[in-house]
C-alpha cells in the first residue's frame, strides 16, 4: 500500500497545487471511462458471431462517434484552461525573491530587504546528520512566511537550469540572460523540497531545493538574524 502511494503526487502545500491534483484526477476518471468503454467494445466484438454483410454505411453511429470526442475534449479543455490561468495569475505579491542557477548550486536574494541574499549547497553525504535526506538537504534552507503570496524572480549565470518543487505545483525554467517568474503561497508550515528538474550538467542530481514554510514572524526573526 505504502509502494502505491508514491506513485501519484506529493501531497499538496499550496491551493495551486491542490487545483493541479484536481485536473489530474478529473482527467483520469475520464480516461478510465474511455478506457473501460472501448476495451468492452472490443471485447464483444471478439467474442460475439454476429455479422451484417449488407450494412454499408452508419451514419447515426458516424454523428456518435464524431459528436462524443468533441464533448470528451470540451470536458478536459475548460478546467486545464481554468488551471493554466491560476497557473499564470500574478497577484500582487507580499514578498519578492530572485533565485539564481549555478553549476551546481542556488543562491537567493531577497528583494523586499537590504542585503539578504546568500547561497545554497547540497550537504555531502558524510557531513550529513541523523535523519537528514540524502541528495535532498541544503545548508542553507529558504524561509518564506506561510499564507503570503511569493513572487520567484527565476535566472541562471551559466547554462540551462529548473526550479522545481513539486508539492506546490511550482517548475519554472532558468534562463541565462532572462528572467522567468513565478507566484506561489504554502498554506501549511514544513519543509519542502524540489530539486533542479533541466539536465545542466554532470552534478545536475546534486543541487537539490529546500524551502521551510514559517509563521510571518518566524520569518521575520530569521530575516533579521542572517541580515
Given at each position: 500500500m505504502a509502494t502505491f502511494a508514491h506513485l501519484g503526487f506529493q501531497d499538496s502545500a499550496s491551493p495551486l497545487m491542490e487545483q493541479l491534483i484536481h485536473f489530474h484526477d478529473h482527467s483520469m476518471f475520464i480516461i478510465t471511462m474511455i478506457v473501460t468503454t472501448v476495451g468492452y467494445m472490443i471485447f464483444s466484438l471478439m467474442v460475439n458471431k454476429y455479422m451484417d454483410q449488407h450494412v454499408m454505411d452508419g451514419q447515426y453511429l458516424e454523428i456518435l462517434?464524431?459528436?462524443?470526442?468533441?464533448?470528451v475534449l470540451i470536458f478536459i479543455a475548460l478546467p486545464s484552461l481554468r488551471v493554466l490561468y491560476l497557473i499564470d495569475d500574478t497577484t500582487r505579491p507580499i514578498?519578492?525573491?530572485?533565485?539564481?542557477?549555478?553549476?551546481?548550486?542556488?543562491?537567493?536574494?531577497y528583494s523586499d530587504f537590504l542585503d539578504v541574499d546568500f547561497d545554497s549547497y547540497m550537504i555531502p553525504q558524510n557531513e550529513m546528520d541523523k535523519f537528514t535526506f540524502r541528495l535532498l538537504e541544503v545548508d542553507n534552507r529558504t524561509s518564506v512566511p506561510m499564507n503570503a503570496t511569493i513572487r520567484l524572480l527565476i535566472s541562471s549565470e551559466d547554462v540551462l537550469h529548473s526550479w522545481a518543487i513539486p508539492s506546490i505545483g511550482v517548475k519554472a525554467d532558468a534562463t541565462p540572460g532572462r528572467l522567468n517568474q513565478a507566484t506561489f503561497w504554502f498554506n501549511r508550515p514544513g519543509v519542502f523540497y524540489g530539486q533542479c528538474s533541466e539536465i545542466c550538467g554532470a552534478n545536475h542530481s546534486f543541487m537539490p531545493i529546500v524551502m521551510e514554510s514559517v509563521m510571518p514572524l518566524d520569518f521575520l526573526n530569521w530575516i533579521e538574524k542572517i541580515s
Open positions: 462517434w464524431t459528436v462524443l470526442p468533441a464533448a514578498l519578492t525573491m530572485k533565485t539564481i542557477g549555478h553549476q551546481w548550486y542556488w543562491s537567493y536574494e
